[in-house]
Each structure stands twice: as structure tokens, then as C-alpha cells.
């Protein structure tokens, strides 16, 4: 009993002293030392719980209660992308103003997927005959616009033509293969 009495003296004690809190639970004198959040629209406003009271609030506290099903799931949108904006990608205004041809498109990746790369059957534009890829066509004995089945057929014919073994180990049908297989790694990098 004597020991009762000591500790309501001890928090007694702290309610009258400056720059001590006192508990935010009512009827509580202890000192309010530990900060819980008044609501999830208020995050920066605070009750000052002793740790029995802010223990027990925490337990019984739901940062999500009366949100609806519907702002809830905004909610995870929202935090999935770190509370940035997004948008489908071809709708953005800076996107749009690429395709309008505002800016320089050499290679035609922003002319829309219908113009794009040999799976539309257009095919890349007609190489230069000074590039690389314009003297790789020349070896090949293609001209484009040609599609990778047409360039592995031509392949095989030239291979079987040029192999060493089909020319009895000559060594200039070695040096042209090699050119050949160079010229056909040029043209599948070029298709692709």
C-alpha cells in the first residue's frame, strides 16, 4: 500500500513541471512522452501518450479507416509509382510532340508501330552504298528491302558455294567466306 502511494506522488509530481507534457489520455498525469498522430489527414499534428497509452492507441488505431474500397486502391496506385504522375505511354504531350515531327527522327522509331522496323514488312530504309551495311548488301548480292528469311536463303547459297571444303581447301574461297559471314552478321544486326 505504501508503495501505491509513492508512485501516484512520483506522477504527480511531473504534471506541474515546465516543458514536461502531461499524457493526452484523459484522466492520465503521467508524463506525455511518446507522439501518436492524431489522424491520417493530420500526420503532423500529434496527441502525447504515456507508453501504456500510446501502446493501446497504437493497437487500436487503423490509418484506413472510412476510406472507401475505391480511394483505397487509389491509394496503392498512388504509392506503387511514388506519388509521381504517369501516363500510358503515346500520351504524354512530349511524346506527342516527337511523332508530330517537331524533332529529328532518323531512324523513324517515332513514326507509330505501323511504320516501324522489318516486323511491319517495310523493312529499315536503303542503306547508303558507302556504309557498312550498303557494301554488306553488294557482297550478299541483295538489294533491299529484303526480309531475314530472304537474307538467311541467300546465305546458304553463298556459303555453299564459297565453303573450303566445296572448293578442295582453297584458300581464297576461305577469304571470301569470311567476308560473307561478315557481311551476313552486318544484315542481321541491320533487319533486327
Request: charged content about 30%; hydrophobic content about 30%; proline content about 7%.
Amino acid at each position: 500500500m505504501r508503495k501505491a502511494q509513492s508512485d501516484s506522488l512520483k506522477i504527480d509530481s511531473y504534471a506541474g513541471k515546465p516543458g514536461v507534457r502531461q499524457c493526452d489520455a484523459p484522466g492520465c498525469r503521467a508524463p506525455g512522452e511518446h507522439r501518436a498522430p492524431k489522424s491520417r489527414n493530420r500526420l503532423d499534428d500529434y496527441y502525447w501518450f504515456c507508453l501504456d497509452h500510446v501502446r493501446a492507441y497504437n493497437k487500436q488505431w487503423n490509418y484506413y479507416e472510412g476510406v472507401t474500397a475505391d480511394e483505397l486502391e487509389r491509394e496503392i496506385r498512388r504509392s506503387t509509382t511514388w506519388d509521381r504522375p504517369t501516363w500510358p505511354l503515346g500520351t504524354a504531350a512530349a511524346y506527342r510532340k516527337f511523332v508530330a515531327g517537331d524533332y529529328k527522327d532518323p531512324f523513324g522509331a517515332l513514326n507509330g508501330d505501323e511504320e516501324m522496323g522489318p516486323a511491319s514488312g517495310n523493312g529499315p530504309s536503303r542503306p547508303g552504298a558507302e556504309t557498312v551495311e550498303g557494301k554488306a548488301f553488294a557482297i550478299m548480292g541483295l538489294e533491299p528491302p529484303v526480309s531475314e528469311v530472304e537474307l538467311k536463303a541467300r546465305y546458304k547459297q553463298l556459303v555453299k558455294k564459297h565453303h573450303p571444303d566445296a572448293n578442295g581447301g582453297d584458300k581464297q574461297a576461305e577469304e571470301r567466306l569470311k567476308i560473307i559471314n561478315e557481311a551476313y552478321t552486318t544484315l542481321k544486326k541491320f533487319l533486327s
